[in-house]
């Protein structure tokens, strides 16, 4: 039982450490690295099944008694990223076993996309201030490494503006961590949100939460603190693009949710109608950058920053429901997103480039690959009956019960553009006249790839496309999933009694 | 003391950032390095500094009831400084590596994959 919590984490660990030690052998890596995320998969599925079965689960590692020790907790919330990031971690890996170049796999590649596993892993089942820094920075130091693996030269100009702004936001969150310390002598969440809803130093702590607020918005790439994302996201190898897409903004967003449900809620009509407030900046600025651009790539990057914007609005609003649409927008856009950049790299391979005006006419070419773009794109923009509609309804119906008629048409609005955006794309990409000459140069043809190559390519897309559909046409039990984690959110007193009631 | 170094966490503060919105990359690596500083020292005065109390709590108390000197921060700042070395190594690496390969000399050249 307490061993589910550490595996999650130990297995990627274990995955990296014999990829390293298997630095020479290619194939070797390729197949561990195979493995070892669908052994994570496998456990982290197991983990969301006893949570739901048995509640919040706590361990305190090395049997340190809390709040001494470091714990490990999972409550709903913190077993459902943990299963989104171990299938988006086993759907890339198997996408890379065909698109990931050999030099870079020859490199450590397998090893270090186990490591921002183990990371984003950690983020999501700590239950300790400090560890949840700790663990950022595993995760921080392995993105930063694949976004520069392979040293070209946009690459390496990317990573200098992600590696700067990701330092700055681990610095102020280590500044607002100490600070913390300083005033309430613990690290542990619970203990933390016991003693601060004891009202503790009221002030200092609102001041505080803003530091946090910035810290993690830098993370979760929120208005205005976005600019290093559409800057680096669109430099790496598509399958690195991929994995950083669907998890890393949204482990920030997870930070956010964490923090200002379990300690930060004691001021709630000051602190959350900020970040109601830049939510809808968020996604309104997210989403016309958006339009400006004309490359596959920079065009979903964008849209992640106003995806973003929904996801925290929920949290603005800080109600039953719009939590659950919280909670059920980011199982939804998670999928989506990473299944829209594994598109984006199989047109690439097929026709040679990025630039909407240099593809075309692929729904002649691959109908395959259009068929998965549409379910993606459409549940993006929020058409019934997919995955994305429930999402924005469920928000869009929350905010309206709280009479945010402002935030419920700036979130239609945006979908509306957000279709535009997908639009764009579809009448270029896959509907427009094809190209005379592909840009390939003297990459492989298509035509040459052996049909497991292909598999590997198309497998995890048709799996995360099946999936949109699933959530789309049977969203209940997906609904009843995240209206569940946000009861437990919203009531605190589970949390730290799992925690702390062991002692 | 404690004003003392309160002050001099404000002023590697001020530093650090002034370095960071520069456009040499060699000031900008400066000023991560004084702003990871600047924290740990900050770490180190925000829990209080009691000199010539050790921590010592009987077996049967969760916590000491006078204050004490803390030993955690300490074990914090020493995992912060671990951390800030590797990722500041990194950090100097891929600077030199860049700026080697784009042969600019300021931040403001490195606008290609900005939007």
Known sequence: MKLLLILPILIPLITAAFCLLLWRRRTAQRLLGALGSAAHLLVALLLLWTVRQDGILATQVGNWPAPFGITLVADLLSAIMTVLGALMGFTVVIYSLTSMDSDRESFGYYAFFHLLLM?????????????LYVWFEVMLLSSFILLALGGEKHQLEGAIKYVTLNLVSSALFLTALG????????????????QISEGKHAGVISTLSMLFLVAFGIKSALFPLFFWLPASYHTPPVAVSAIFA??????????????????????IAYTHTIILVIAGLTMVTGVLGAMAQNEFRRILSFHIISQVGYMVLGLGLFT???LAGSIFYIMHHIIVKTNLFLVSGVARRLQGSYQLDRLGGLYQTAPALTVIFMISAFSLAGIPPLSGFWAKLILVKASLDM??????????????????????I????FWGEAPETTALGAEQPWKTFSLAEKTALYLPMILLGALTLTIGLMSQPFFELATTAAEQLLSPAGYIDAVLGGK | MEILAAIVVGVLFGCGIYLLM????????????LLSNA?????FVAADLIRGKAPLIPPDALRSAEATADPLPQALILTAIVISFGVLAFALVLFSRTFKSTDATSLDEMKTTDT
């Not at chain 1, 600070?179 to 016991?194: H, K, R, S, V």
Request: net charge positive; hydrophobic share 60%.
């Open chain 2, 39 to 43: 924290i740990n020292l900050l770490i």
């Open chain 1, 179 to 194: 600070i913390l310390y300083g005033m309430l002598g613990t690290l542990n969440m619970a203990d933390l949100a016991l």
């Open chain 1, 426 to 429: 579809w009448a270029a990409a």
């Open chain 1, 119 to 131: 990371g984003v892993s950690g983020v999501f089942l700590t239950g300790d201030l400090f560890n």
């Open chain 1, 403 to 424: 009479s945010g008629y402002i935030i419920a048409a700036t979130a239609l609005g945006v979908g509306l553009l957000t279709l535009f955006s997908m639009a764009k």
């Open chain 2, 22 to 33: 520069s456009r040499s990359p060699v000031r900008l690596i400066i000023g991560l390095v």
């Open chain 1, 246 to 267: 669907g998890l890393l903004t949204k482990v920030g967003v997870y930070t956010l949710i964490r923090v200002f449900s379990l300690l930060f809620a004691m001021d």
């Open chain 1, 320 to 322: 039953p429901l719009a």
